[in-house]
Nanobody
């Protein structure tokens, strides 16, 4: 299973916005559920958001109302629009699939003034 991240992370000021995108491909891959996890320094990896092929979505409580996950299903691509970013959102963000559980390489998002 391969991932390509067309829009990566970066440095943004508090209150700013970033959009991550990730396309999954591979022999026999079918979009069941995909999402984003993140891992901050010294902390465990945690779920940020996921979306199913039926369009059902789930978010970590700390990002509800600020982050939005969407998909372009036919292209097995997901997007994470992150608004009103906070310093505590600083982490490496990993695109992932469920069933199978596979993670991409990760992209750094830093929120700092």
């Amino acid at each position: 299973l391969r991932f390509s991240c067309r829009s990566g992370g970066g440095l943004v000021q508090p209150g700013g916005s970033l959009t991550l995108s990730c396309a999954a491909s591979g022999s026999g891959f079918r979009f069941h559920m995909m999402g984003w996890d993140r891992q901050a320094p010294g902390k465990q990896r945690e779920m940020v958001a996921f979306i199913t092929n039926m369009g059902d979505k789930n978010y970590q409580d700390s990002v509800k109302g600020r982050f939005r996950i969407s998909t372009d299903g036919p292209k097995n691509t997901i997007y994470l629009q992150m608004n009103s970013l906070k310093p505590e959102d600083t982490a490496v963000y990993f695109c992932r699939t469920y069933m199978p559980n596979v993670w991409g390489k990760g992209t750094q998002v830093t929120v700092s003034s």
